[in-house]
């Protein structure tokens, strides 16, 4: 029984097969699966591994035959599964701290980079590489390591960017709701909304309607 004039804690299903996919990068639209942490507006849409593996269908982290093949493979064995789950939001966590102190433009502990770093290890004593369009990738197979195969690509793309990618242009979503992380790569380098059409507008809406409230007060 709920507390008395307490409002029932409404759960929305989880859009970890639909999220927008703005984030600029394979890493940041990994962190973007989970909205607002620490607000009573947070979203978790990765909660169990058939919604990590939702994701991971429509983020295009490995071909849908991959992904068949993991479902089948674990579909009797909900502990290894659950194992999967903990690991990849593990690594979630860890890519959304490297990524924060980025947005906020302060330097990354050792500690974090470490992990990442031996993240990418493990990953890599199972994969192949292999010549693609013209280069070559490392290419990790479900059939050879299930975890690596999922978390293998993610890693590299935290690692890539980091390598990479001009960390100035890092940010953090500045909706309320939000804070998700993306790259801006407009020219004026001043986007602030992971995407207009939602988060800007949800803080336009706000701005109308505080004003409308001065104007009555
Ligand atoms: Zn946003």
């Avoid at 919604?51 to 991971?56: A, E, N, P, S």
Wanted: net charge positive.
């Amino acid at each position: 029984m709920r507390a008395p004039g307490k409002a029932p804690t409404v759960v929305a299903p989880s859009r970890a097969g639909s999220l927008d996919l703005v984030g600029g990068e394979l890493a940041w639209d990994f962190t973007n699966t989970s909205s607002a942490r620490g607000s009573p507006a947070h979203q978790e849409h990765l909660r169990d591994f058939d919604t990590l593996m939702q994701w991971v269908e429509h983020a295009r982290v490995m071909p849908p035959s991959d992904c068949a093949h993991i479902r089948a493979a674990l579909s009797h064995h909900p502990r290894r599964a659950r194992r999967v789950f903990d690991r990849a939001i593990e690594l979630r966590e860890l890519i959304w701290m490297i990524g924060t102190a980025l947005a906020e433009q302060r330097p990354l502990p050792a500690r974090l980079l470490d992990l990442l770093s031996a993240a990418h290890a493990e990953n890599l004593r199972h994969a192949e590489m292999r010549m693609r369009l013209g280069s070559y990738i490392f290419v990790f197979d479900p059939r050879r390591d299930i975890l690596a195969a999922i978390l293998g690509p993610i890693t590299l793309s935290a690692l890539t960017l980091l390598m990479e990618k001009d960390l100035l242009r890092t940010r953090r979503c500045a909706g309320q709701e939000c804070g998700w992380l993306f790259f801006d790569t407009t020219k004026n380098n001043r986007r602030r909304w992971c995407e207009m059409r939602v988060c800007g507008n949800r803080a336009k809406v706000r701005a109308i309607r505080e004003r409308q409230r001065g104007r009555m007060g």
